[in-house]
């Protein structure tokens, strides 16, 4: 997933509870003094405990003057579009513009219809949300005539549009299964997710999902923002997602930001000692790890694609044609990282000439958009993976000559991609681990068993893939090891190198073969 380089911003969510109204407000001045971008509350109309959301954000704008605020999401199905159109502009203009709209299609059919509301199923749901932003962005057009969508569930005939908000609202939408994330990708401005119901291992997935539909809209992934409800405690050895350290949120965030293009974070937080911490240490972390990895000289992931098991050996290779690379598909336009055959070490974690191979692509088919999106995809997640290890050799040239304290690199490291815990073990740890990667979609528990399915004929080439991963499991356990012996002993310093070595070897090597047999196979098949 492309890191699309949008602007980071940091807020909170915060509960409307009706007793603690004025605390909730207090909260939300407190999101600003402390320097964070955005207030958002969640949008539950038929909860008798909570304040109204709309009513509740309008007096925060009045009580602040630099934070934006937001529904998240806005419950549509209580909410008629044209009448949320023009209390979003009204909002806008009255607070300088700093209004974005949150909005989903509603869920808890039963409450909605108790106060009156519609009683729709899923499909419904999503069919009516689409008519609704088609009526809020008729509303704000206020340059056109009247405004005239002639909907199953909201129909707007004649009506005048404005007001026209102050500056262009964001919608950003709370979505989740096939369906509202095709329509993110071809409507939306923006993905506004919870981690509590899009955990981590199902973000490359969702995201790709959102990617397909963009493509197929004729609109680039990149002009959906991807934002994320978080939450988490500053307790716990940093092994799970945001359950640590601030240097770890903040490493774990980065890393979100780099790699699944997330680029708005969300604190679901009630405690201000939480808010305060979470903008003191976490946020500038944060903003200093990504604009280090932003403004790097390095290569773009286009021209590592070809170079990257170069830049990571020190050494040079030939460069191979396309048509002659295994694996490559001219009429893909996609060609999988070659293996240089270059190897460091003095062993081998695996007989690299027992893995099997996939059927042959069909010479004759041909590719749309959308399917050569999905062959790049892993290439680009895998480029990523290696300049990483690039990263990492460095570090470890560092300690070994005496540049940088071993302790530093070895906290460093265990933060990066190919470290094992929660976060950051990446593509190499097996499915039942409750582990969290952001990196790889081929490695979760849904894409292998996608592939078996629709193609059995993957099913030798999926197994060994799997194997291997428990395999690099253990290297990056030897190269843990490794640091430790060198900040222990003399001689440490061998052992270290012998590990990244080693690490250098299967990473690589097993990152062209997978690419080489399911570059294809991904875009016939699709991701999912």
């Known amino acids: 997933m492309a890191d699309y380089g949008h602007e980071l911003l940091f807020g909170t ?11 909730v407000v207090a909260l939300a001045q407190l999101t600003e003094q402390v320097g964070l971008d955005l207030v958002t509350v969640q949008d539950h109309p038929y909860q008798a405990w909570f304040l109204d959301t709309w009513t509740l954000l309008s007096v925060i704008a009045a009580s602040t003057s630099t934070v934006r605020v937001s529904p998240n999401v806005a419950n549509l199905p209580l909410r008629p579009p044209a009448v949320l159109a023009r209390s979003v502009a009204t909002l806008d203009i009255l607070s300088g513009g700093r209004v974005e709209l949150g909005l989903g299609a509603g869920a808890f059919w039963d409450a909605i219809a108790a106060v009156g509301g519609p009683r729709l199923n899923a499909a419904q749901g999503v069919d009516a949300l689409k008519e609704g932003i088609e009526v809020i962005r008729a509303v704000w057009a206020t340059g056109g005539g009247s405004v005239r969508v002639d909907g199953r569930y909201h129909r707007v005939w004649g009506a ?10 964001g919608i950003w939408l709370g979505a989740y299964k096939r369906r509202m994330l095709d329509l993110t990708g071809r409507l939306a401005d923006g993905w506004l997710p919870s981690s509590a119901y899009a955990a981590l291992d199902a973000l490359p997935a969702m995201n790709a999902a959102i990617d397909e539909a963009a493509v197929d809209a004729g609109r680039s992934p990149g002009d959906v ?3 994320y409800n978080i939450s988490g405690a500053f307790t716990g050895s940093g092994r799970d997602f945001l359950q640590g350290p601030a240097q770890v949120w903040a490493e774990q965030l980065a890393e979100l930001t780099l790699t699944q293009g997330m680029s708005a974070y969300i604190l679901a937080s009630d405690d201000p000692d939480d808010i305060r911490r979470f903008a003191a240490e976490v946020v500038p972390g944060v903003r200093e790890l990504v604009e280090a990895e932003r403004g790097g000289s390095g290569p773009s992931a286009a021209d590592r694609s070809g170079a990257a098991d170069t830049e990571v050996r020190g050494t040079s290779a030939a460069v191979v044609p396309p048509a002659q690379v295994r694996g490559a598909v001219p009429a893909l336009g996609v060609t999988p990282t070659p293996d240089d055959g270059v190897r460091l070490a003095d062993v081998q974690v695996w007989d690299e000439s027992t893995r099997p191979t996939g059927p042959d692509p069909d010479p004759d088919r041909t590719y749309t958009t959308r399917q050569r999106a999905a062959g790049q995809h892993l290439v680009d997640i895998h480029d990523h993976l290696r300049k990483e290890l690039t990263e990492i050799r460095g570090l470890v040239d560092q300690v070994t000559t005496g540049a940088m304290d071993p302790g530093a690199a070895r906290s460093h490291i265990n933060t990066m991609t190919m470290r094992q815990n929660n976060w950051t073990v990446g593509t190499y740890c097996e499915s039942y681990c409750r582990v969290v990667t952001t990196h790889h979609t081929l490695e979760d528990q849904s894409l292998f068993p996608h592939l078996r399915r629709s193609d059995p004929r993957l099913t030798p080439v999926v197994d ?3 194997q291997e991963h428990h ?12 640091l430790v012996a060198f900040v222990g002993r003399p001689d440490g310093h061998k052992e270290l190198r012998a590990a990244m070595d080693l690490l250098t070897d299967t990473l690589l ?6 690419e080489r047999e399911l570059v294809e196979p991904l875009a016939r098949l699709g991701l999912h």
């Open 13 to 23: 969510f915060l509960t409307p509870v009706a007793e603690q109204a004025q605390r």
């Open 160 to 169: 005048h549009p404005g007001p026209a908000p102050a500056h262009d609202v």
């Open 225 to 227: 923002r991807r934002l």
């Open 464 to 466: 060994r893939l799997e």
């Open 471 to 482: 395999a690099i499991h253990e290297v990056l356990e030897g190269v843990d090891r490794a």
């Open 509 to 514: 090597s097993h990152l062209s073969y997978e």
